[in-house]
């Protein structure tokens, strides 16, 4: 075996071993003799979170897993069979979201005085490899639309190049090729053309780019990827089109990059303007080495004016002999971009769009009927087409893809260890390097005692790395734990390990990959800037909705082909965009339909697809579900209808009998009965009818109980509908004639009641954080509030309680997650409880308030986007975010932060939560004192948040919550005594550190760790626990900013009549709100207020003002962050009856300004701003503003002499050009 072969041997052992959600596809190709087997197996991984996970169990021993990866397996057959695995084509590694984890961009930063950070854009496009033996592959397939597609590119590409002249495009073609079998280079390229898809804009022309190049390693056959200078002299030399490129060197130009990135990322805006921005960043750190390489096809003309992102990565190292070859590439580059107006025909511009065009003509003018038929003769087509076309130059796809048996004798030959290795206890030694290697397939099945004794050799012999010892001895702890649990299953020696637990093994034994081609990251930019509906929760459904509408509008679904609907897609964009984001025909999906139409869940059991086609027209169904991706049931599948199909031969998917036990009242089931045919065509009920009859009978009673469960009135024969089997399927006559039957069968089906308005509140929290205290008598809290009378419900969800407000009845329920697993409910169902019990239909003004107290975490990525696509859209959510107030360990103590990855919560707040976890006695979560491994299961929590900003966690809760509630839970440790306290320090330490190292997943042992027992130890010590005690508000006060907020937000939600501004503007939190009481004194004044305090100061301070006004702006404690509408003492707007009376039928209504200036004088300083959205009659304020600072022996109204103070010459205005949007609330106030 030789090293390629066990590299690739680990890779796909560790895949198995992590369970990770990776396919593989063979094919059999040419053999190179008749004693040799030749396959390509493509490694084709589903999941992006594969990749992250794949990373962090690796080992130098494992081959890196890349985007995509093409294989040659090469199988002799003698008396021992031999395998040789070798690498031929592969993309680079994923590349991380810069959103979910900023180490990587920090980590660029950091070492751009060694390595430069390339900058490059990121098209809308798909990934291609080309090789000289192989020629095309795509990420799952060597011969399909996407590699035929990127064919016709590169062959259009050089038609380019040689202004039309085919057979100088043909040579220089072949030239590229034999020079890529040559070198044993493979080339990556992302391919642009919107028949694939795209992100926001069809493109206008259609091209490649070369994105990476790698040769493969003499010695392991690892791919080794082209620095960049020798990358870009490449694809010069052989005529390639390459990608727009910025170099930056030095972390001072690189800290700017990543800064202009970020406020691009934010506010959008056109190609050529982000564009032209790096472009000068690198002309003003030239003298640094930074450099621009112009691409090939300037995106802004050929793909569009709007930018997907870019890609930063860390290039190659830094040094005067690299920038002068990149400097040398400059001119042949500038005088290489090809101009798209230089391209007349549409042919030229757009080669591959307009062949799929003309052979999709060409089948429907044979006439084909089904469509799916049409698109595999449009496949098979293009496939021919394309290698008529390109035979010149692209090798001959002899491939043929061998069935699932043969598959499975490769895999198990390429996992079966090697003779020659298992002689040398699993160790193989690179013949040129010298560097030894280590075989899973040896290693992972040896005896729990010789596995030990080995590693305790290794260790011995000094092959461990240092840094890895504290690993390598956890990691024989849990050997020993492992052992110690099967020994009464059957011997130690011969048990099986956990696959978790062997996929740590190589990492110890050599250590970590190396990261350095993982080091790239994708800088998403805002492709849509429509700032009203930027922060809105339900902009996703308004946009769903508005196209359905339009399509409605503009001929129906029956207009949209497969081919063209992305031209479509471009003119409603464009109808979007112009009436900005409020289409006129909106409609909601179900008001689509006519009057009468069937409202339920159809399930259909059938031979054939046609029949369920008939049905969805006949019935007017909006939701076609898919049964191997079955989402969750909500409401609006009944009132839209839904469909789904499964098929006779398919087995019922895994989470059907969920989903029908949630939808049974709703459900309808409509069954072909199967028969078995003889030759002549009579029907009889032999051995395989009766087998077919079995198994729909399991199908069907699995229906029938759960109808049952749903209820007991509800009789299932009726939703049960069972069809005689058909011969002649595809009779249109008699599909019609059962599509009727069908039809007149359903009728309305099961028309829902209007629900009852709800809301529920969930806590974006880590365990300890005290939600049950908060919520424990909130139910009463919220009625004491509003002095209503109480009444008690009991729910099958839990305790809920009954109070009004107006004449409405509202239901308060709180669903403690803990106590519902002790009932036995099940934790995965547990978003689903909470949506059944918002869930009413009662009438009557009736409203509901669900209170869930379970801790919602943003990790796994998309995790709180699950558990709140629950709810249906009808329902209000609340996202509740607990904080400090005041100075936190973050700024005092920033010397324990260091190496510590961003969190939203300073450590004080996670060392009292710990506290708290561990002062608990009998918790009903079992998450207490008596847990030995409690210390880490709260890391694991506070890891989720891991990487995000306070100020990201916000934002991320507002695009998902209909509202963000913060409270203050604990005063920051920002007092100097505190601050000094030596306990309390040496406990934020120890977190920082525990922080840093304890795995996100918490770890494999359930033993304590040393970390574990030493952080609770000092946590426990009588004098911390003191003064993290000391540390927390009242929970009396708690309760009362958290009622206040949410009855702000449910009378907002809930009541059309005119709220009491008093108690709508009862808001205590973080944020820096003038306080204001719930009782009925007289309104004061009117103001927007509840502005994002952070992101204003962060502007402000950005402009150049002078330190001593910036200074200032930072330390008064006298601002007032909102901007005054209407005072009663205002000697000119004071007695506008009229104004008032309209901001108090305003109170909750959002209001957007921009800033325009900062004004100041000697007493205050102020930032005027103008309204873009706000009550009409408060544009009578002649001077809108914020108060950012007042000085000694001045006051907040002093603002108002400003203008005037400009017009004498004795105030100063700094103008604000960037435009700058916050977002506030009409509020009343009854103080100030």
């Keep these: 075996m030789d090293a390629s072969t066990l590299l690739t041997q680990n890779l796909i052992l560790l895949i198995k071993d992590l369970n990770l959600p990776v396919a593989y596809k063979a094919y059999a190709c040419k053999n190179e003799s008749d004693s040799i087997q030749s396959y390509l197996l493509i490694v084709h991984v589903m999941g992006d979170s594969a990749f992250k996970k794949y990373l962090g169990k690796s080992s130098r021993s494992d081959l890196m897993l890349f985007r995509g990866l093409l294989i040659k397996v090469q199988v002799e057959n003698d008396e021992h069979t031999r395998v040789l695995a070798q690498v031929q084509q592969a993309f680079l590694p994923k590349f991380q979201n810069e959103a979910e984890d900023t180490s990587i961009a920090t980590a660029i930063v950091t070492q751009a005085s060694e390595r430069y950070m390339v900058v490059t854009i990121k098209h809308s496009g798909s990934l291609i490899t080309l090789s000289g033996d192989l020629g095309f592959a795509a990420k799952n397939s060597i011969c399909n639309d996407y590699t035929a597609g990127a064919a016709v590119l590169l062959q259009a590409h050089f038609l380019r190049l040689e202004n039309g002249d085919v057979a100088k495009s043909q040579d220089r073609l072949s030239k590229l090729m034999l020079s890529l079998r040559s070198r044993k ?48 002299h490449f694809c010069m030399q052989e005529g390639l089109p390459v990608n727009d490129t910025w170099l930056v060197a030095g972390t001072t130009a690189a800290s700017q990059c990543c800064d202009m990135l970020d406020e691009m990322a934010l ?53 005067h002999d690299n920038s002068e070859t990149l400097r040398a590439l400059i001119p042949p580059l500038r005088a290489a971009v090809i101009q798209i107006d230089s391209l007349h025909e549409e042919s030229s511009r757009c080669p591959y769009r307009e062949l799929l065009i003309t052979l999709k003509t060409k089948q429907q003018d044979v006439g084909t009927e089904r469509e799916e038929d049409r698109d595999a003769d449009t496949s098979s087509s293009l496939y021919l087409s394309v290698r008529s076309q390109c035979a010149s130059w692209l090798p001959a796809s002899d491939f043929k893809q061998i069935s699932n048996e043969e598959k499975v004798s490769l895999m198990a030959a390429l996992t079966t260890a090697s003779p020659a290795v298992e002689k040398t206890g699993g160790e193989l030694r690179v013949p040129l390097t010298g560097e030894v290697l280590y075989s899973r397939a040896v290693l992972e099945p040896l005896p729990y005692n010789e596995l030990d004794q080995k590693l305790s050799q290794w260790i011995h012999e000094g092959r ?97 082909s497969n081919v063209t609907y992305l031209l479509q897609a471009e003119q409603f964009v464009t109808d979007f965009l112009s009436s900005g984001g409020n289409i006129k025909t909106t409609q909601k999906a179900e008001s689509l339909r006519a009057a009468g139409s069937f409202q339920g869940i159809l399930i259909l059991l059938v031979k054939s697809p046609e029949l369920a086609d008939h049905l969805q027209s006949a019935l007017q169904i909006i939701n076609r579900l898919d049964a191997h991706n079955l989402p969750p049931f909500r409401k609006s599948m009944v009132s839209e209808g839904s469909l789904l199909l499964i098929m006779e031969d398919q087995a019922l998917p895994k989470s059907l009998k969920q989903f029908c036990e949630a939808a049974a009242p709703y459900l309808f089931v409509l069954v072909q009965r199967p028969a078995a045919v003889v030759p002549e065509g009579e029907w009889i009920e032999g051995p395989a009818a009766k087998k077919q009859a079995g198994h729909l009978m399991t199908k069907i009673k699995m229906f029938e109980t759960a109808l049952k469960g749903a209820s007991k009135n509800l009789d299932g024969s009726t939703r049960i509908k069972q069809l005689a089997s058909e011969q002649d399927r595809d009779d249109l006559e008699k599909l019609h004639q059962v599509s009727s039957e069908v039809v007149a069968w359903l009728g309305e089906g099961t028309p829902m009641t209007a629900s009852d308005p709800a809301a529920v509140l969930c806590f974006v929290t880590i365990p300890g954080s005290g939600k049950t205290a908060l919520t424990a008598n909130l139910q009463l809290d919220l009625l004491g509030n509003l002095e209503l009378s109480l009444g008690k419900d009991e729910t099958a969800q839990g305790l809920g309680t009954q109070m009004q407000i107006g004449s409405s009845p509202v239901t308060v329920k709180v669903l403690n997650s803990d106590q519902m697993k002790k009932r036995g409910c099940q934790a995965s169902r547990y978003w689903q409880d909470v949506a059944a019990a918002a869930d009413t239909s009662v ?63 300073p450590l004080e707040l996670v060392a009292l939560c710990m506290l708290r976890v561990l002062l608990r006695r009998n918790h009903e979560g079992k998450l207490d004192e008596a847990c030995l491994t409690a210390m880490a299961v709260m890391s694991m929590f506070v890891n989720f948040f891991r990487n995000t900003t306070l100020n990201q966690l916000r934002t991320r809760c507002q695009s998902l919550f209909g509202a963000v509630l913060e409270v203050e839970v604990m ?141 200032r702006i930072r330390s008064s404690g006298k601002s007032e962050y909102h901007v005054t509408l209407w005072h009663v003492e205002d000697p000119v707007l004071g007695p506008d009856e009229e104004l008032r009376l309209a901001l108090a039928q305003s109170v909750g209504q959002e209001a957007v300004v921009q800033l325009i200036s900062v004004d100041w004088n000697d007493s205050v300083v102020a930032a005027q701003v103008q309204m873009l959205s706000a009550p009409e009659p408060s544009l009578r304020k002649v001077y809108p503003h914020i108060t950012l600072a007042v000085g000694a022996g001045a006051a907040a109204k002093d603002s108002n002499l400003l203008p005037a103070c400009l017009d004498k010459g004795t105030a100063v205005r700094v103008h604000i050009h960037e435009p700058f949007h916050l977002t506030g609330q009409v509020l009343g106030f009854t103080t100030g």
Aim: hydrophobic share 40%; net charge negative; proline share 7%.
């Design 267 to 319: 506010t959008g805006g056109p190609t050529h303007t982000a564009l032209t921005a790096l472009s000068n960043l690198v002309q003003d750190h030239e003298s640094a080495g930074c450099v621009y390489l112009p691409g090939t096809y300037p995106h802004d003309q050929w793909q569009g004016s709007r930018i997907e992102g870019f890609v930063v990565s860390q290039g190659q190292k830094i040094s």
């Design 464 to 560: 461990v790395d240092p840094s890895l010892s504290l690993e390598a001895q956890q990691f024989r702890q849990d050997l020993e734990h492992d052992a110690a649990v099967h020994t009464n299953e059957t011997t130690a020696t011969s048990q099986p390990r956990s696959r978790s637990l062997q996929a740590r093994l190589l990492r110890i034994v050599c250590g970590p990959p190396d990261i350095t081609l993982t080091l790239r990251y994708k800088k998403k930019m805002l492709l849509w800037t429509l700032p009203r509906l930027m922060k809105e929760p339900s902009q996703i459904v308004h946009f769903a909705e508005c196209w359905a509408s339009w399509i409605a509008a503009h001929g129906g679904v029956q207009s949209v």
């Design 185 to 232: 280079i493979a080339v990556s390229f992302e391919m642009v053309t919107g028949c694939h898809g795209h992100h926001g804009q069809i493109p206008r022309g259609e091209y490649l780019v070369a994105t990476s190049a790698h040769s493969l390693d003499a010695g392991t056959g690892r791919p080794i990827f082209l620095p960049w200078a020798d990358f870009m």
């Design 971 to 1111: 005063m920051g440790v920002g007092d100097q005594q505190l601050v000094s306290s030596p306990g309390l320090r040496q406990a934020l330490k120890c977190l920082s550190e525990g922080l840093s190292s304890v795995p996100v997943t918490g770890g494999d042992s359930k033993k304590p760790t040393p970390w574990e027992v030493h952080i609770r130890e000092l946590l426990l010590e009588p004098e911390t626990q003191r003064t993290l005690l000391s540390l927390q508000r009242p929970l009396e006060e708690l309760q009362k900013d958290l009622v206040a907020l949410i009855l702000q937000q449910v009378r907002k939600a809930w009541t059309s009549e005119q709220v009491n501004a008093a108690d709508a503007a009862s808001l205590s939190t973080s944020r820096h709100v003038p306080s204001a009481s719930t009782s009925a004194e007289p309104i004061r004044w009117y103001g927007i207020a509840a502005l994002d305090v952070e992101p204003l100061l962060a502007s402000v301070l950005s402009l150049p003002l002078p330190e001593e006004v910036s200074s």
């Design 843 to 905: 009438g009557g003004g009736a409203r509901t308030l669900v209170i869930a107290d379970k801790n919602l975490v943003p990790s796994p990525p998309g995790n709180l986007e699950r558990a709140l696509g629950q709810l249906d859209g009808g329902i209000t959510t609340l996202g509740v975010i607990l904080t400090c107030r005041g100075d936190t360990s973050r700024k005092v103590l920033p010397e324990i932060y260091a190496g510590l990855p961003e969190f939203p919560m």
